[in-house]
């Protein structure tokens, strides 16, 4: 199934129509008919009804994201989001850590005495709480000291902080961010692939293969690095892309 891209952005946010001073063009984009004057929309190319929503220069027309470069944009909005979830899911689990370092004996005590009232429970089922791994993981966990515990509700900070500043720029289209995703979500593969050789999980191997996906896409999408041309060649792209620079084109060869 093919997505129309350009319609369902202009279904959603309304046409973007401009007249250019150029009559040349203008005779290209502009239409009379029954029911008024119509322009062309410089996002689907459909004509829409009504005065254009703005005129002067061709080249001062709005550089209207279209076709591949808008569909781009969407991709990025989407691990934007998917960014930004994750971040702030480990902000959270960075302040459950903090706040369990903060209290470690009160929840010790508290676990304590839960289990003391569940063992004769539990035995009764014929299950040995005291040798649940469960539980023995839960109490490996008390015993980590204060410290640690900071440091590594820290560092879950820091990561989750470059998830969130990630979301961010990629929800704007920031090469910036585009730069800084490719970088540290490269950074960490190795991390997520060594977890892998611990244990695996189908969430583990999805965020893996998505990770590796995002960073082939924008890193080849956006011609990073100076790949596939560079900067120059993602500007020429998007600037070939937009309606009036192909009419204008095309009425220059009439
Ligand atoms: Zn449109």
Redesign the pocket.
């Known amino acids: 199934m093919k997505i129309d891209w ?2 369902r ?2 279904a959603r946010k ?3 129509t401009y007249a250019p001073d150029d009559p040349r063009l203008r005779v290209r984009l502009h239409a009379q008919t029954a029911l008024g004057d119509v322009w062309r ?6 004509f ?1 009804l009504g005065e254009p929503h703005g005129s002067g220069p061709a080249s001062e027309a709005p550089l209207v994201p279209r076709g591949k470069v808008l569909r781009d944009l969407f991709i990025l909005r989407f691990l934007a989001i998917e960014r930004a979830v994750r971040g702030v899911f480990i902000v959270l689990v960075a302040a459950a850590v903090w706040r369990f370092s903060n209290s470690q004996d009160a929840v010790r005590r508290l676990f304590d005495e839960y289990l003391d009232v569940l063992r004769p429970v539990f035995r009764h089922f014929h299950y040995d709480l005291d040798h649940s791994p469960v539980v023995g993981t839960i109490q490996k966990t008390f015993g980590y000291k204060h410290s640690t515990l900071l440091i590594v509700a820290g560092l879950l900070l820091a990561y989750a902080l470059i998830e969130i500043i990630e979301a961010v720029g990629l929800w704007y289209a920031k090469r910036w961010a585009e730069y800084l995703t490719v970088v540290a979500t490269a950074a960490f593969l190795p991390l997520e692939i060594y977890e892998l050789t611990e244990h695996v999980s189908w969430l583990k191997i999805a965020t893996l293969v998505l990770n590796i996906l995002a960073v082939l896409y924008i890193a080849l999408a956006k011609r990073l690095f100076g790949l596939r041309g560079g900067h120059r060649a993602f500007e020429a792209e998007r600037q070939s892309a937009s309606l009036l620079e192909v009419e204008e084109s095309a009425g220059v060869m009439v």
């Open positions: 350009d319609r952005t202009c309304g046409h973007v929309c410089l996002r689907c190319g459909d829409a």
